[in-house]
């Protein structure tokens, strides 16, 4: 088992920015793909970006690319989603997820509210 518990979110401005974090306990995590999705009011989750267990490989979604970074440490067992140039549309609740592969997610955490004002 591994239990993900997410931190930082909160209201921002557009243009602004946040840092979201993921601490992840329980089985080894260096061993985990990480991920960030995301749902917003009335949708269905989505993939927002992925990082490798050894951090070489990242995936985004295109509408994300170039304004968010996802990086990890793997001596702490955290994950982060540096958020920059926040738009409103990307207003949602932020999911934290641990899986063996980037299409095989086993854990979820409870997620953290990202609200950005226009």
């Known amino acids: 088992q591994v239990q993900l518990v997410e931190s930082g979110g909160g209201l921002v401005q557009a243009g602004g920015s946040l840092r979201l974090s993921c601490a992840a306990s329980?089985?080894?995590?260096?061993?985990?793909?990480m991920g960030w999705f995301r749902q917003a009011p009335g949708k269905e989750r989505s993939f927002v970006a992925a990082?490798?267990?050894?951090?070489?490989?990242?995936n985004y979604a295109d509408s994300v690319k170039g304004r968010f970074t996802i990086s990890r440490e793997n001596a702490k067992g955290s994950v982060y989603l540096q958020m920059n140039s926040l738009k409103p549309e990307d207003t949602a609740v932020y999911y934290c997820?641990?899986?063996?592969?980037?299409?095989?997610?086993?854990?979820w955490g409870r997620g953290t509210q990202v609200t950005v004002s226009s």
């Open positions: 990082i490798s267990w050894g951090g070489s490989i990242t």
């Open positions: 329980g089985r080894t995590f260096s061993s985990d793909a």
């Open positions: 997820a641990a899986g063996r592969t980037f299409s095989d997610w086993n854990f």
